[in-house]
């Protein structure tokens, strides 16, 4: 079996700076793979592994899915998710369980909670690690019980002394809340339990996430000793035509700082974030607002929305997501769902589906009006290489492979000034949607200011890349940044998901320069435009990277 190296081009018209941080390392969960250079005709038992990501989360087979209740505990960060033990496609869930102690290299351990009870006997669904005083972790978490209902369980470690937590014990009272008529709750749509907070009244908060008729809610609930929970006569946060609102995440950010707060944090200089998994159109938005302690609810800024015009963590493959507090370095960081773009077909002959996005550092923008992600600075760790482009104008129209890099696992940042915005094209007053305006005007589409940016992944001959750019358009008196991500010369293979994915982002190209940083990882493409204002998720399988030699 040959390996054909994937290339990097960028193509642009318009003053440049690059760097690309080649990641030669394999620094993959469980074990360390082979590199593109160690697969050889010996290895023809990974004919499908040079698709697997090196230093993303994923684990060595199988199905993966939700992250669950990430935390730390002893300088340890523990991470759990939704795991099939048994196939490459979901079901048999149970939540399994690795740590670390710099979110880049993992050990596994056994699974952490798996349906032993009857409150969880028909599966083991997401939750959230909630640090009680004295800095015990416990888990709520969702069960399906032998009537299918959606029930909400509790679970805590068996020795605390254990800094990997390596055994969980369910305690005997569960589950602790549970759907009926008397408290109108639809048990088909009731799962996903949120950190909970402390109010200033000591009595613990948490929302689970459900839904009457179309109607999104973030169902509340109150409790004294965490363990005798009552449900609140309304909802945190509801929204009407949402559908099911699955895994919730609310927690506060500091108006005045980047650094993370504890989830029970109120105060003057605090805001709160909503975030919300949308079930019918499988995306995620989240909200900045205010929570009203007095009346137990959460009230949206005036334009935030959880529609198709509000905001996302992510404008690609991105769901299920969740935060945490890592009180050691104060800060908030945020775990996401990268689901696949191959069939499922093509899951089950390679073995595995899904992976993690890199954990992402997250704070609230300057404006007040958004939030910002950056990949955790510990990833930095496994650059060997820098290679570098000089600073330079370039032609428009022209294409330039980057040099002295393998762009199989790299880490690029390219920045963007442009001298002369005349150009820009005018801004039709429909072009509301990014995504279709990506689809619409892809890489190959030429416009007034850009396409400029990446091909990524890309074959010798271009017959396959995916392209990561810009467009700069004009609208009345202020320009309008799009960035795209496009897929669809991603792969010959027909069968695989080339959506084209775009986001706006808010910067202002007259006094700010662009910037682009993209994470290649075999099959990933995370990309970050206006240093994490806005981010796009993509998985490509290109077919001209393998290529089978023949004896």
Not at 45 to 58: A, D, K, M, S, W
Not at 429 to 434: C, F, Q
Not at 518 to 535: M, N, P, R, T, Y
Request: include cysteine.
């Amino acid at each position: 079996m040959a390996i054909s190296s994937p290339l990097l081009y960028c193509f642009l018209s318009l003053w440049l700076g690059l760097a690309v941080h080649q990641l030669e390392a394999s620094h993959q969960v469980y074990r360390n793979l082979p590199t593109y250079s160690q697969l050889t005709s010996s290895h023809h038992h990974l004919v499908n592994e040079p698709y697997r990501t090196g230093y993303h989360f994923q684990p060595p087979k199988n199905w993966i899915n939700d992250p669950n209740g990430p935390l730390i505990y002893k300088g340890i960060y523990h991470f759990f998710y939704q795991y099939n033990p048994l196939d490459a496609v979901w079901g048999n869930i149970v939540w399994a369980h690795s740590t670390s102690t710099d979110l880049v290299n993992w050990t596994p351990h056994d699974a952490a909670i798996y349906p032993s009870q009857p409150s969880d006997i028909n599966g083991c669904w997401s939750g959230s690690a909630t640090i009680l005083p004295g800095g015990k972790p416990v888990m709520l978490y969702t069960g399906i019980d032998p009537q299918n209902r959606q029930v909400q369980n509790l679970a805590y470690p068996k020795n605390l002394s254990d800094p990997f937590l390596r055994e969980w014990t369910k305690i005997p009272q569960n589950p602790l809340m549970a759907p009926s008529q008397a408290n109108q709750i639809n048990a088909s749509s009731f799962r996903d339990p949120t950190t909970a907070w402390l109010g200033p009244d000591k009595k613990w908060r948490v929302i689970i996430g459900g839904k009457t008729n179309q109607t999104g809610e973030a169902i509340l609930y109150r409790s004294k000793d965490f363990l005798n929970w009552v449900k609140a006569k309304q909802p945190l946060h509801s929204a009407e035509k949402t559908g099911m609102w699955e895994c919730p995440d609310f927690f506060p950010v500091s108006i005045h700082s980047q650094n993370g707060l504890d989830t029970s944090k109120i105060g003057p200089n605090v805001k709160h974030v909503f975030k919300v998994s949308l079930d019918n159109t499988r995306r995620e938005y989240y909200t900045i607002g205010t929570y009203n302690i007095d009346k137990d609810i959460y009230i949206p800024d005036k334009g935030s929305v959880e529609s198709d015009s509000g905001l996302r963590y992510d404008y690609g493959k991105f769901y299920a997501s969740k935060t945490f507090f890592d009180s050691s370095k104060n800060r908030r960081i945020l775990w996401g769902w990268i689901n696949e773009s191959s069939t499922v077909e093509d899951d089950i002959k390679k073995g595995w589906s899904g992976l993690q996005a890199i954990p992402r550092t997250l704070w609230l923008d300057k404006s007040g009006k958004q939030l910002v992600q950056w990949p955790v600075v510990e990833i930095e760790k496994l650059r060997e290489k820098e290679v570098k482009l000089p600073s330079s104008v370039l032609k428009g129209g022209s294409v330039h492979e980057v040099l002295g890099v393998t762009a199989a696992q790299a880490d690029v940042e390219i920045t963007f000034g442009i001298s002369d915005l005349k150009k820009a094209e005018v801004l039709d007053p429909s072009w509301t949607n990014p995504q279709l305006l990506c689809s619409q005007k892809g890489a190959s589409v030429k416009g007034g200011l850009g396409p400029f940016g990446l091909l990524v992944l890309a074959s010798k001959g271009l017959k396959e890349y995916t392209s990561v750019f810009y467009r700069i358009f004009k609208d009345h008196n202020k320009h309008v940044v799009l960035l795209c991500s496009d897929q669809s010369r991603s792969s010959l293979n027909k069968d695989n998901d080339k959506t084209t994915y775009g986001a706006f982002v808010n910067v202002d190209p007259l006094h700010e320069k662009l910037s682009l940083r993209s994470l290649i990882d075999h099959s990933i493409v995370e990309s970050f435009g206006g240093e994490g204002k806005a981010c796009i998720t993509a998985r490509v399988y290109p077919t001209c990277m393998i290529s089978i030699m023949e004896n």
